[in-house]
């Protein structure tokens, strides 16, 4: 795969199907196309009040094809390089960075270097349950992204 050919709605859920068809949790980490957490990929998690604070560390040549977040949010780049590859670009970040995130939006993240970044969710229940957490924060696929939005019109 090159990197930057990765630029459609399609061709990303192409590229997320083949990697679920190719699971062998250890090169290939799936979980049948529900949210991985994995030591791969370590994530730490912090709470202030309303906030939910994501962070995720990923090795160099390492990739993840992300959920579907529901909300507008911010997430920065505290270390490494990154490319982000969206259905509608494929930009490249270089630590130190930050970017606002738009909603409905799948993207697929290659680690160019190693890498650390930071999402910033609002958590207005305080919730500190991560499946409750996630259920609110992204969606699996744009079906489920769809019927989120149409019920909260």
């Not at 309303?50 to 949010?73: E, F, K, P, W």
């Not at 970017?99 to 993240?109: A, L, M, Q």
């Not at 650390?116 to 969606?139: R, Y």
Request: glycine content about 4%; some cysteine.
């Amino acid at each position: 795969m090159v990197k930057n050919e990765i630029s459609s709605r399609s061709k990303i859920l192409e590229l997320e199907k083949t990697l679920l068809n190719n699971v062998d949790e250890k090169n290939i980490i799936g979980n049948k196309g529900e949210i991985v957490r994995s030591k791969k990929f370590p994530l730490k998690h912090t709470f202030a009040d309303g906030i939910y604070v994501r962070q995720m560390t990923m090795t160099q040549d390492s990739m993840v094809v992300g959920a579907i977040h529901n909300h507008l949010h911010v997430w920065f780049l505290l270390t490494g390089h990154i490319t982000v590859a969206t259905e509608d670009s494929t930009e490249d970040y270089i630590a130190p960075c930050y970017v606002v995130s738009t909603p409905g939006v799948k993207r697929v993240i290659y680690a160019n270097k190693e890498s650390i970044f930071v999402n910033i969710h609002k958590n207005p229940s305080n919730t500190q349950n991560l499946d409750e957490l996630e259920a609110e924060i992204v969606s699996k696929n744009y079906k489920e992204y769809e019927k989120y939005i149409n019920k909260n019109i």
